[in-house]
Each structure stands twice: as structure tokens, then as C-alpha cells.
């Protein structure tokens, strides 16, 4: 076992250990799922980032400023960090204030019982979709680290964060975020000045990028609504994610709520340059390299200290850590907490709390599979991003501001939006997500008439 391998191992054995000392603190349903409601802002505003900044924001980040430079059309981290802000902006202080445990308590208060459940048939396999690419590159850390097969390393890699996510819930998933926070930043500065030594400082480094790297318009071009759509995807089809509506509701006040998504968002945009610059620096340091998303290891490997390459191979796992556990637990909460509590009116909250540590091992089973079946990381993100969500954004956004619209409204935008989607994907039409968006406005509109129903305001209205 390689030297890297073990230090990979204790650093989760960490996290674990972090898991099991939380899981003595849990109690209740609330507890497990919303952390009892009581993280404060440097506790949540660092969950939120360490969530969002996921393997594709340093793989494919990098990955795509090296093959295709800098332009309007780059979404990671700009698109991806406004998507956090805009949450701040415009939904924190009234998610806050109805007590959520999932956003499908929201659908089922302000529209019915049918809509909260084809909610969450849609939100579920976003969640595991985006779980399902953080275990593979997992896996593909553990691979490179030692001379396990890819398989093998992804199988090792679903049972540990499985196992560690099962015990402690959103608490210890939103401390163990907080760490592997820290250890992603200090893992991405160290291999960026380690880049800039080997490129001759920062000015030669900077000199490296070639004007044609940094453009407005992308190279292949593109029209207005080509960059729409480049950043509709991430902003409008994530603002909805679980991940991150459960990190606002467990936030102690709605002020901190709100400050904590601003930060995150602030501290993901700035971090995030850091890949981006680190790609575009290693189109010159490593030209030709035929997997653009090799380039962040390829970078270490060559140009950085055994013990430097350990900290940028810590820094990676922690990206990946900080998103899977958060995404199994989502995958958890929205299955037991709104499809299969409610016909088990007489559970107790021991029993709720062992049926969604259930559902955490059950998803991560399924993510296991799916790590298996894919080819790419970024690709499984981007699907997460955009299946079903322009209908969910429209009967969220709709649902919160204004009184117009009732279950057959919201069923039209979220079917509607889905099989939109869905039909230009299949006929590869060239906006996909900006017509699911237009197709789930127009169908809630359409069937707003029929009914009318007032925006919950209390908590009373969600239970």
C-alpha cells in the first residue's frame, strides 16, 4: 500500500471518527436531517461552499479552461457561485422562515400532496446523479494513488462515504464540510504556487496565457441565447437543489441564513479561479494531454513534492467528500421524509432516524452502480443540473412570490418543463434547458386560472 494511499485512508478515518462522535448527539428526525436547526455562519456559509465545490469545480473547472480558455461561455465557478449568491439574494430569508426540512414540504403546503411527491421523483435522481460523479472521482483518486483497478477503487470509495454519512447526518456532514474546507483551500494554494514557481514566477506565468485563452466570445462562438443557456443551467436549474435548501433551513436565524449563502457564494467564485487559472497555465506547462481533466494530477504529479502532492491529493478527496455525503443525505431525506414517513403516521423519531440512515446506504448503492456506468464526471454533473429542474425553479419561484397558481399549475410545469426537456435533448436541439424553462412558465401560467392558493407563511402551513 502506497504511502499517499494511507494517508488518503487516515484522512477519512478522520471523517468517520467525526460521524460516530456526532451520531451520539442525534435524537430526533431534526437532528439528523437539519442539524436541529442550529448551525451558525461560519459553520454554514462553509458547508455551502465545501458542498458546491465539488470534483467537476477542480477537474472539469481546469479541464475546460485548458482545452477551451476563458470566456462568457465558462459556467464553473462563475455561474456555478452566482447560483449561491442569488440564492442569498432571493430565497434565504423566506426559506428560512417556513421551516423546512425538504423543499418538498414547500410543494406540499403551497400546492398539494401529488406535487410534493413528483417533486421529489424529480429532485431524488438529481441528488444521486451528482453522488454517483463524486464517488467515481473518488474512485479515481484511489486509483491513481495505488494499483487498485478503477472499479475497485470505487467500490472502496461508496462504502467509506456510506458508512460515514450514514452515522451523523447533516451535522456531521456540515463539520466534517467545515475541514475538508480548509484542507481544500491550503491543498489549492499550495499547488498553485508550486505551478507559478515552475513557470518562472508570476509575471512569466501570466505571460505563458495567450490573449486568444481569454475572450468574450467562446471559441466555437456562440449567440445570446447559447450563453444564456451556458448559465441558466447551473444558476436557474441548481438554485432548486436540496443541498442547498437544506443548508439555509438549518442555518439558527434567517439573518445568518442569508449571510452564509452570500459567503459561500463569494468564497466558491474565489476559490474557484484557482482551477481555472491552474488550466490555463498547464495548456503550456503540459501541452497535448488527451483527458483535459487529467490536467489538475498531472500538474501535481510533475511539478510538485511527495508531500505538496499529498496535500493536493487531500485537497481533492476533500472536494469530493464534501459533496457526496451531502448528496446521499438529500437522496435520504427526500425518499423517507416525504414519500415513505407520511404512510407510517405512528413512527417514532428512533425509527425515523434508522429509516433514513437506511436510505443513505440505499442510495449509495445506487451511486455505486451509476459511478460504474459513467464515463465522465462533469457530464454526470451537468445532467444533475438540468433534468427537471426548469419545472421545479418555476413552481418554487412562482409558488414563494406569488398567490397565482394551484396543484394543476404546478403539475403542467413540472411536466411540461420535463418533457421539454427530455424531447430537445433526444433531437439535440441546441437550447434544451431555455425551452424546458419556457414550456414549465407557460404551463403554470396557462392553468393558473383553475385555482388559486395563498403562499404559506407559517410553519403551521408546512405541517
Known amino acids: 500500500m502506497s504511502p499517499l494511499l494511507l494517508a488518503i485512508l487516515a484522512y477519512v478515518a478522520v471523517q468517520l471518527a467525526i460521524g460516530f462522535w456526532v451520531s451520539r448527539r442525534i435524537r430526533t428526525e431534526d437532528d439528523y436531517l437539519v442539524a436541529g436547526r442550529s448551525m451558525g455562519p461560519l459553520l ?27 470566456s462568457l461561455g465558462t459556467a464553473e465557478p462563475f455561474a456555478y457561485g452566482l447560483c449561491i449568491v ?74 467509506l462515504v456510506v458508512l460515514y454519512t450514514a452515522c451523523g447526518g ?24 508550486g505551478v507559478v514557481q515552475v513557470g518562472g514566477g508570476w509575471e512569466a506565468t501570466l505571460a505563458g496565457i495567450g490573449p486568444e485563452r481569454l475572450r468574450l466570445v467562446p471559441e466555437e462562438g456562440g449567440s445570446l441565447l447559447a450563453l444564456l443557456e451556458a448559465w441558466c443551467v447551473p444558476i436557474l436549474g441548481s438554485v432548486v437543489a436540496q443541498e442547498l435548501v437544506v443548508r439555509v433551513s438549518a442555518s439558527r436565524s434567517a439573518r445568518v441564513a442569508r449571510i452564509s449563502a452570500l459567503a459561500g457564494g463569494g468564497l466558491y467564485v474565489l476559490v474557484g479561479l484557482i482551477p481555472v487559472f491552474l488550466g490555463l497555465a498547464g495548456a503550456t506547462l503540459v501541452p497535448g494531454l488527451a483527458d483535459e481533466e487529467a490536467i489538475l494530477p498531472e500538474l501535481a504529479g510533475r511539478f510538485l513534492s511527495p508531500f505538496a502532492y499529498a496535500l493536493f491529493a487531500g485537497a481533492l478527496v476533500s472536494a469530493i467528500l464534501s459533496t457526496v455525503d451531502s448528496t446521499l443525505l438529500v437522496c435520504s431525506s427526500l425518499l423517507v421524509h416525504n414519500l415513505v414517513l407520511p404512510r407510517l403516521p405512528g413512527a417514532s423519531e428512533r425509527a425515523k432516524v434508522r429509516l433514513a440512515r437506511l436510505g443513505v446506504v440505499g442510495f449509495g448503492l445506487a451511486a455505486f452502480v451509476l459511478a460504474l456506468q459513467s464515463e465522465s464526471v462533469s457530464s454526470l454533473v451537468e445532467l444533475a443540473s438540468s433534468l427537471g429542474s426548469a419545472g421545479l425553479f418555476v413552481i418554487l419561484l412562482l409558488g414563494l412570490f406569488t398567490r397565482s397558481g394551484a396543484a394543476p399549475s404546478a403539475y403542467a410545469a413540472l411536466l411540461g418543463g420535463l418533457a421539454v426537456y427530455v424531447f430537445a435533448s ?4 441546441e437550447y434544451p434547458f431555455l425551452l424546458s424553462l419556457a414550456a414549465a412558465f407557460a404551463g403554470f401560467v396557462l392553468l393558473a386560472p383553475f385555482r388559486s392558493a395563498p403562499a404559506p407563511t407559517a410553519r403551521a402551513k408546512i405541517e
Open 426 to 429: 433526444q433531437r439535440e436541439a
Open 86 to 159: 442569488f440564492m442569498g439574494l432571493v430565497f434565504a430569508t423566506r426559506l428560512w422562515n417556513l421551516k423546512l426540512t425538504t423543499l418538498g414540504d414547500f410543494f406540499r403546503a403551497r400546492y398539494s400532496r401529488g406535487v410534493e411527491q413528483l417533486a421529489v421523483l424529480l429532485m431524488a435522481p438529481t441528488s444521486l446523479l451528482w453522488a454517483a460523479a463524486q464517488i467515481r472521482a473518488f474512485g479515481q483518486v484511489l486509483s491513481s494513488a495505488s494499483e487498485l483497478e478503477i472499479e475497485l477503487g470505487i467500490a472502496l470509495a461508496t462504502g
Open 170 to 193: 447533516l451535522l456531521a456532514d456540515a463539520i466534517t464540510d467545515l475541514v475538508q474546507g480548509v484542507c481544500l483551500i491550503v491543498g489549492l494554494v499550495v499547488i498553485l504556487f
Open 44 to 70: 454554514a456559509s462553509g458547508t455551502i461552499f465545501a458542498t458546491w465545490f465539488g470534483a467537476e469545480t477542480c477537474l472539469g473547472g481546469a479541464g475546460g479552461a485548458y482545452t477551451h480558455g476563458v
